[in-house]
């Protein structure tokens, strides 16, 4: 699966697709990350990215023609037998939930790729929302900016492909369960006593179909 990040700030991204399980997951060739540099594709020898509201107002917006210009490039580097959606993270977007994560996951499995789309500044020019396949929202608050969001869409989905984590994660990934259901129980380790709290009894006692009503009980949220 090619998951391709159109951003003004991709060394962002350098450090965590680097580290742990993004990074075994292209280091196993599960996936391919490629950053696209949005300055690049900006207008003149300043290679301008950003121009001042129509209407007045503060701050600036990310002029359309960049972005459009960087988004057919992307399209340009998917292979011939895949095809790719192109997704933007903003606060007007839908909840961005764990079925989405699956549902993605499935389809790259199926030939299907990312391009994400990094807005920054104050906002972009709305016509480049006619080249955007999903818009998304990663929570009720507001960040400076796309790359955030676009590293937790890729974490989310990523770590559901075959061989990322281990053999379960792809059974999850056809079962498409509630979004509510993937909570997980609290889990311990040793030491048995820590500072005064003790690991709940019935994990001890290797009484799996206690353990596992326990579990079940205990799977909510905080
Ligand atoms: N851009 C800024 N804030 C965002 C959020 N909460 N979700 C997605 N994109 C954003």
Redesign the pocket.
């Known amino acids: 699966m090619k998951i391709q990040i159109i951003t003004l700030f991709p060394e962002m991204f350098v450090k965590v697709f680097g580290s742990s399980m993004l990074w075994k997951a292209q280091d196993r060739g599960i996936v391919e990350y490629a950053l696209v540099d949005l300055r690049q594709f900006g207008i003149g020898s300043r290679k301008t990215v950003d121009d001042t509201p129509y209407g007045g107002g503060d701050g600036m917006l990310l002029k359309p023609e960049p972005i459009v210009a960087a988004i057919e490039y992307a399209k340009s580097q998917v292979a011939e037998d895949r095809s790719a959606r192109v997704l933007l993270?903003?606060?007007r977007?839908k909840q961005y939930v764990q079925s989405d994560a699956k549902r993605l996951a499935a389809a790259g499995l199926n030939g299907g790729d990312l391009i994400v789309v990094c807005?920054r500044y104050e906002g972009y020019d709305e016509r480049v929302t006619e080249y955007i396949d999903e818009q998304?929202?990663?929570?009720?608050?507001?960040?400076?900016?796309?790359e955030l969001?676009a590293m937790v869409l890729v974490d989310s989905v990523v770590r559901l492909l075959p061989g990322v984590l281990g053999g379960e994660a792809s059974a999850e990934i056809e079962s498409f369960q509630d979004d509510d259901q993937n909570i997980e129980f609290p889990q311990f380790t040793r030491p048995e006593v820590f500072r005064g709290r003790r690991v709940p009894e019935v994990l001890l006692n290797g009484n799996h179909g206690e353990i596992a009503k326990w579990r079940a009980e205990h799977s909510h949220k905080a």
């Open positions: 993270p903003t606060p977007g807005p998304f929202c990663i929570g009720n608050y507001v960040l400076t900016g796309g969001p």
